[in-house]
T-cell receptor, first 114, second 116 residues
Framework: DTEVTQTPKHLVMGMTNKKSLKCEQHMGHRAMYWYKQKAKKPPELMFVYSYEKLSINESVPSRFSPECPNSSLLNLHLHALQPEDSALYLC?????????????FGQGTRLTVV | AQSVTQLGSHVSVSEGALVLLRCNYSSSVPPYLFWYVQYPNQGLQLLLKYTSAATLVKGINGFEAEFKKSETSFHLTKPSAHMSDAAEYFCAVSDRYGGSQGNLIFGKGTKLSVKP
């Protein structure tokens, strides 16, 4: 199984809502990531979890809150988002700490904030 | 800081023609380099990677790339384009010594169009 599964595929939420994005992998990878991708732009790194500990937070606003309940799961909790937060949110995983192992990406969650 | 620059935001080729997508990197140490492809409304799929073994790297779907240190380049090529190759292509660099894994820095992407 070389898949990273993200749910939901599409999400529309109001600015006062609270929602969560979920990501799951069963490849035994110990590093997981959240990326944000705006239309016609490259993905931008948001968070990195390494061995279930948050190792990188790229100055992401607190309305985005990541959580790694176990080595297979990664969540992104959303609260009080703004319309400019509408984007494709990509989850990825890789084997571990060395930079030479590729990241496997999920299909993404298309988020629209209204 | 590491970075990659992709020359040409849009490349158009005819079916059967050579595909050449350009990527130059900026790094003070030998980098790890990747090419990813993204189809519309999809995630990213790895085409190939360079991790300091062979300088000519072969990937999936007939793509290959050559690491040229003297030119700080990692251009992606395919001898004969197919309609199904139409997609967005991203070159990416990974921090080799930072201890942080798929901490990828992406180029701005090149959209490949294939004409029949």
């Amino acid at each position: 199984d070389t898949e990273v599964t993200q749910t939901p595929k599409h999400l529309v939420m109001g600015m006062t809502n609270k929602k969560s994005l979920k990501c799951e992998q069963h490849m035994g990878h110990r590093a997981m990531y959240w990326y944000k991708q705006k239309a016609k732009k490259p993905p931008e790194l948001m968070f990195v979890y390494s061995y279930e500990k948050l190792s990188i937070n790229e100055s992401v606003p607190s309305r985005f809150s990541p959580e790694c309940p176990n080595s297979s799961l990664l969540n992104l909790h959303l609260h009080a988002l703004q319309p400019e937060d509408s984007a494709l949110y990509l989850c990825a995983s890789s084997e571990g700490d060395s930079g030479n192992t590729e990241a496997f990406f999920g299909q993404g969650t298309r988020l629209t904030v209204v | 800081a590491q970075s990659v620059t992709q020359l040409g935001s849009h490349v158009s080729v005819s079916e059967g023609a050579l595909v050449l997508l350009r990527c130059n990197y900026s790094s003070s140490v030998p980098p790890y380099l990747f090419w990813y492809v993204q189809y519309p409304n999809q995630g990213l799929q790895l085409l190939l990677k360079y991790t300091s073994a062979a300088t000519l790297v072969k990937g999936i779907n007939g793509f290959e790339a050559e690491f040229k240190k003297s030119e700080t380049s990692f251009h992606l090529t395919k001898p004969s384009a197919h309609m199904s190759d139409a997609a967005e292509y991203f070159c990416a660099v990974s921090d080799r010594y930072g201890g942080s894994q798929g901490n990828l820095i992406f180029g701005k992407g090149t959209k490949l169009s294939v004409k029949p």
